[in-house]
């Protein structure tokens, strides 16, 4: 059920370190800027020029998004995406040249499947962003899901893996897109509660880690050992006319999917963030609310497909 941002304004491109187990997606403006906001949901987040996406904030739009592995050597890898930008022109104008507004989030991968040297690169992103399609998106082991797991509460060995999936909803002409790259402390479960991805005993049983985490006691020798490896990194896009402070509240809502879809959520040891995009200019008339909701249901399928859709390989020797 691969789908396609275009209709959003968006291109999405993928550049993948197999052997590093790595990478980096960028959701991209496809011929110019559009409007952008972020919600915040976990306590252990790694991001760049995050402020720029408050309501009220000079600017108030955004040249792409970047997503990435490496943790907060991931960051770096923006500069690529500002460079294949100004290269075109593209960015907001001071006059003498532009400067690309490129928000960027990550997630820890440097453990347990690849090198702990290997980091998305400013190459690598300026790949994504030259082969980014305005298509179907690649799901599964690729980009920023590369090196993602999901399950981590008994460790590495019990943990299962993670990557990214998309997903869509529409009414009328309102169409809104999510893509998830899950790569979560949690367990991931369907839309019937089930657990589709996660945390493994030695005899395949489900150790269900919330449940864990309640208890307390069990699990790693310490949770604090778990901090900051986690993140669900989320884009809901919609082609709906919303200004920033809407859009906002969108990616706010949409965090709902998150709690739905991975237990626990929004952890401490978890950097889950939500961004939301609009057009920068025109756009189909609706309802804030109704693009809340639609979202919703978009992220709650992109959650479970990048577990779905991820390498086959279940639990994780090493």
């Known amino acids: ?69 490496g943790s907060a050597y991931g960051l770096d ?50 790949r994504a962003c030259e082969e980014a399609t305005l298509g179907r998106v690649v799901e599964g082991s690729v980009g920023a899901g590369t090196g993602a797991t999901v399950g981590k509460f008994a460790g590495p060995a019990s943990a299962m893996k993670g990557g990214v999936g998309c997903g869509g909803a529409e009414a009328g002409r309102l169409i809104v897109r999510a893509l998830a790259v899950v790569n979560a402390l949690g367990d991931v ?53 919303l200004d920033v402070l809407s859009l906002a509240s969108v990616a706010r809502a949409a965090s709902a999917a998150l709690y739905r879809r991975i237990t626990p959520a929004g952890t401490r040891f978890d950097g889950d963030i939500v961004f939301a995009t609009a057009p920068w200019e025109g756009g189909v008339a609706a309802e804030p609310a109704q693009v809340e909701a639609l979202s919703v249901r978009a992220l709650e399928t992109a959650i479970e497909r990048a577990v779905k859709t991820a390498a086959p390989g279940d639990i994780f020797q090493g």
Do not use: K, Y
Not at 5 to 21: I, K, P, S, Y
Not at 81 to 107: H, K, Q, Y
């Open 189 to 241: 479960r369907d839309a019937q509660g089930a657990v589709v991805a996660g945390a493994r005993s030695s005899d395949g049983r489900w150790l269900d880690g919330a449940a864990i985490m309640a208890r307390g006691g069990e699990g790693p020798s310490s949770f604090d050992a778990l901090a900051g490896q986690n993140t669900t990194l989320c884009v809901v896009s919609t082609n709906a006319a």
């Open 77 to 126: 890898a923006a500069a690529g995406v500002m460079r294949w930008m100004e290269e075109r022109g593209r960015g907001f104008d001071v006059g003498a040249g532009v400067v690309p507004i490129v928000p960027a989030a990550v997630l820890f991968d440097l453990l347990p499947l690849g090198r702990f040297d290997a980091r998305p690169t400013a190459e690598m992103a300026w």
């Open 1 to 69: 059920m691969s789908v396609s941002f275009g209709a959003c304004g968006l291109a999405v491109g993928h550049a993948t370190d197999v052997d590093g187990a790595t990478g980096c997606t960028v959701l991209r403006g496809a011929d110019g800027p559009v409007r952008a906001a972020a919600s915040v949901v976990g306590r252990a987040t790694g991001t760049r020029e995050l402020a720029l996406l408050e309501p009220g904030h000079l600017v108030g739009r955004v040249d792409a998004i970047l997503l990435a592995g």
